[in-house]
């Protein structure tokens, strides 16, 4: 098995443990922080999106290219169109994009 297909295998079963560990969450449970300076899961799961999506292609190859790329992404800081989002689209979200990300590995040698 290549490098590649590893990493990819690996990547899918990380979000299936993403996936394992909101179940059964609700949105006003994800929605609330566990302590005073904790990230609730909403915030966790939207900074694994980053602004629009997950990593995109574009910005995963940049790792590639660059030696440390600024992908603009400021943990934390949770705005309030993302705060609307139900969480299962975030969930859907994260799949979607790191199973492209996880093809782009699988094409690695």
Same mark, same amino acid.
Not at 47 to 60: M, R, V
Not at 69 to 87: E, F, T
């Given at each position: 098995?290549?490098?590649?297909?590893?990493?990819? +295998?690996?990547?899918?079963?990380?979000?299936? +443990?993403?996936?394992?560990?909101?179940?059964?969450?609700?949105? &006003?449970?994800?929605?609330?922080?566990?302590? +005073?300076?904790?990230?609730?899961?909403? +915030?966790?799961?939207?900074?694994?999106?980053?602004?629009?999506?997950?990593?995109?292609?574009? &910005?995963?190859?940049?790792?590639?290219?660059?030696?440390?790329?600024?992908?603009?992404?400021?943990?934390?800081?949770?705005?309030?169109?993302?705060?609307?989002?139900?969480?299962?689209?975030?969930?859907?979200?994260?799949?979607?994009?790191?199973?492209?990300?996880?093809?782009?590995?699988?094409?690695?040698?």
């Amino acid at each position: 098995m290549s490098m590649g297909n590893a990493l990819s +295998e690996q990547m899918a079963q990380k979000v299936g +443990e993403i996936k394992e560990t909101v179940a059964g969450i609700s949105d &006003e449970q994800a929605s609330k922080p566990k302590g +005073e300076e904790e990230w609730c899961a909403k +915030e966790v799961l939207s900074h694994l999106c980053g602004d629009t999506d997950a990593l995109s292609l574009y &910005e995963f190859k940049r790792f590639l290219e660059e030696e440390n790329p600024d992908l603009g992404i400021v943990p934390g800081r949770l705005g309030d169109s993302r705060k609307a989002v139900p969480l299962s689209e975030l969930v859907s979200r994260i799949e979607s994009d790191y199973a492209e990300i996880g093809r782009f590995l699988a094409e690695m040698k």
